[in-house]
């Protein structure tokens, strides 16, 4: 691939193959990669999955990067696991950082960067961090870490919602190693990216004078039509990674506190849970008013069989990107707080919002029961989206980020 006049060499880090793009960090890492190599000359390294089917993400990877290269995730005992673990405990780590750290893949950072110049080098997650310590010193790129989430502050909400005082005892060193990590590693880059404000606020609380630009999510309005209702029956939707604990937290608190008040006042009303990986716990949820799908290849589907999009999120970090791809396709959204932070919504306008069980249920009636309501929210998100979260907008900003670094170095 040739570079223009303008174009910078890029090498960017992930701890995944971004292709297909099935999670919420699958999403902003392919589509920020789709438009930025657009631009710039943009190398890949990613952790792979052997047990996973990756083969032709990493083929259609190659239409996009100059270069795409793959670590493969060596199989490691479970002595070995808890070997790590307890060292890395020692040493202040968090577990994400030790289990996600491989030595093939320092070796192959190494390598490139003493090999090739790169102008911006970007590690991608909070727990791949520990791998800027393997950049060369004699390339002397801007360092970029793009925190997807804050951790700590995961873990930290998880621990308020969680009932069972062993799990809190876990999330609690969870919190506590996390934070240490975070704080220590984010020292060691040129500029950290958060996906909103408030994460971005979350990270100088603890280092004031971080370099940290907040990045929104977005959605490939292209893609995404907005879609004219479909449905003959009152349908939910939750979208989601049902192996992601906040995830399984919220659906599971849905059907437990909120979907029987609204079932209530719309006997008829189904509840669709769709995501990959369902946990048990989840599958469980399973009956004859609530479909668990598993993986399906496309969401879009299942939004046209859906009245109103449910985020009923009570921990979590980061943006989620489900609420920019449901406002898109034209289906109204009701989401907490936590659920909506980070993203520009307004209550009335283009979302409704609510916290407590009832209040919950009460606007989501509100929703199954008012077309025009339900018409007003869904078109006012759209625009919303058009105008705020489309990624070709998103991909100029952090493109921007790469010049002012580069200048400053």
């Known amino acids: 691939m040739a570079r223009s006049v303008n174009s910078m060499k890029i090498l960017i880090i992930t701890n995944f193959v ?4 099935t999670t919420g960090a699958g999403l902003r890492v392919f589509n920020l990669l ?3 190599s657009q631009r710039h000359e943009v190398h890949l390294l990613s952790l792979f999955n052997p047990w996973r089917s990756e083969d032709q993400g990493v083929a259609h990877l190659e239409t996009l990067c100059a270069q795409v290269e793959v670590i493969s995730r060596r199989p490691r005992s479970r002595l070995e696991n808890w070997r790590r673990l307890l060292w890395g405990t020692l040493r202040g780590e968090s577990r994400r950082n030790v289990l996600d750290y491989f030595e093939g893949m320092a070796e192959r950072i190494r390598e490139l960067t003493e090999d ?7 590690i991608h997650h909070t727990h791949m961090a520990p791998y800027v310590k393997a950049i060369s010193p ?6 970029i870490w793009f925190l997807h989430n804050v951790a700590h502050v995961q873990f930290q909400r998880m621990m308020l919602v969680e009932r069972d005082w062993r799990v809190k005892q876990k999330l609690f060193l969870n919190w506590l190693l996390a934070k240490r990590a975070t704080l220590k590693y ?6 950290c990216i958060a996906v909103s404000e408030i994460d971005r606020d979350f990270l100088k609380q603890d280092v004031p004078d971080l370099n940290v630009v907040a990045l929104p999510g977005g959605v490939d309005i292209e893609d995404y039509p907005f879609l004219a209702e479909q449905s003959q029956t009152p349908s939910l939707l939750y979208v ?3 192996h992601y604990p906040p995830n399984v937290d919220a659906v599971i608190f849905f059907c437990e506190e909120i979907f029987p008040l609204i079932k209530h006042q719309v006997p008829d009303v189904k509840l669709l849970i769709v995501g990959k990986d369902p946990r048990g716990s989840v599958q469980a949820l399973a009956s004859e008013d ?6 399906v290849e496309s969401v879009i589907p299942y939004y046209q069989q859906s009245l109103v999009s449910v985020v009923p999120l009570r921990a979590g970090g980061g943006t989620r990107l489900k609420i920019p791809e449901a406002m898109a396709l034209g289906c109204p959204v009701v989401s907490t707080t936590v659920g909506c932070e980070g993203l520009s919504v307004t209550h009335g306008e283009n979302i409704l919002i609510a916290d407590a069980p009832a209040d919950f249920a009460t606007q989501t009636v509100r929703l199954l029961q008012d077309e025009a309501l339900r018409q007003r929210i869904a078109v006012n998100g759209r ?3 058009e105008t705020t979260y489309d990624w070709r907008a998103v991909a100029q900003r952090l493109m921007w980020v790469y010049e002012q670094v580069v200048d400053e170095r």
């Open 116 to 122: 090739e110049h790169f102008d911006v080098v970007q």
């Open 138 to 143: 004699t390339n002397h790129c801007c360092k």
């Open 290 to 295: 609530v479909v668990v799908t598993g993986y």
């Open 186 to 191: 984010a020292r060691l880059f040129d500029t």
């Open 240 to 242: 989601g990674n049902m």
């Open 383 to 385: 625009r919303l989206v």
């Open 34 to 36: 789709k438009h930025i």
């Open 18 to 21: 971004p292709y297909p793009p």
